[in-house]
């Protein structure tokens, strides 16, 4: 029985192979525990209620530096942010709201929100554009009755979600038909019809519609609404669930500040900036 090979013991040898088996199935081990918790948090994550939703994050979008920019009547460092058509500097009430829907993940204003001076609707523009910035979907509670009413009135608000940010028109039937089945398990409540928008957008009648959300400014896509009546306890209480579902909310988000030598309201030629 041989005790020694090339002067080294055979019982020493055998120790030695005997390690390097085991640190050998040890790393084995490890990287499937590494893999299967992998693979388990990826099925997790799908199931999730959150999940059935995602945006393209490989397409064009503006900056949110830029959309706070043209909020306050700035020009944008990135082409494509704002148009002069598309009236989006706020005024002091609409800061507020803006900085409160950033908060709380959702927006809420009183009517539509048109601005009569501006013959469009600022506050919803630059909402939109944010959250096209942040690849999410615009939630907005629309309150179409005024708060000291009497008492309450059953859906006498509008609770609106636009899908459109999420710049992926082939999923948002799909994306759709699942957030209303949500909305009508958790609240009991159906959508409203849906009805075609108005608005006068050619690029949508192209045939090209996947190449335009990925190449298109927000302002120059359509929307992609869905609609319930709500109460305003029911707006508030759907718009904060909704808010988690779709990750809107920004807690971090300080109240915007005016940048320094910016007069609102004012052309180019009186030390504006003739955006919005």
């Not at 040898?13 to 085991?22: G, K, N, P, S």
């Not at 942040?134 to 979600?161: E, F, N």
Request: with cysteine; net charge positive; glycine share 8%.
């Amino acid at each position: 029985m041989l005790k020694h090979i090339y002067g080294v013991p055979v019982l020493s040898m055998m120790i030695i192979a005997l390690e390097c088996v085991a640190v050998r199935i040890n790393a084995f081990q490890s990287t499937r525990r590494s893999t299967l918790r992998s693979h388990s948090s990826a099925l997790s994550s799908s199931t999730s209620p959150g999940t059935f939703w995602r945006s393209n994050q490989e397409c064009w979008r503006p900056d949110v530096r830029d959309v706070e920019r043209i909020s306050f009547g700035q020009p944008a460092k990135k082409k494509g942010t704002g148009s002069r058509g598309i009236p989006a500097r706020l005024n002091e009430d609409e800061r507020r709201s803006f900085d409160q829907a950033r908060r709380q993940g959702f927006l809420q204003v009183t009517g539509s929100a048109w601005r009569s001076q501006r013959s469009d609707a600022p506050l919803l523009n630059t909402y939109r554009s944010l959250n096209d910035a942040r690849g999410r979907p615009v939630i907005v509670l629309h309150k179409l009755s005024p708060s000291s009413s009497g008492g309450d009135v059953d859906h006498a608000d509008r609770l609106v979600v636009d899908l459109s940010p999420l710049r992926l028109p082939d999923e948002f039937d799909t994306v759709g038909k699942e957030l209303k089945s949500i909305i009508q398990a958790e609240y009991n409540l159906n959508s409203i019809d849906d009805v075609p928008d108005d608005d006068d957008l050619d690029i949508m009648e192209s045939g090209q519609n996947e190449d335009h959300y990925a190449t298109r400014p927000i302002y120059q896509l359509n929307p992609y609404r869905l609609e319930w009546n709500v109460s305003r306890q029911e707006g508030k209480q759907i718009g904060k669930y909704l808010a988690g579902i779709f990750q809107t909310i920004e807690p971090k988000s300080s109240p915007s500040k005016k940048p320094k030598g910016v007069k609102p309201g004012k052309g180019r030629r009186h030390g504006g900036y003739g955006i919005g």
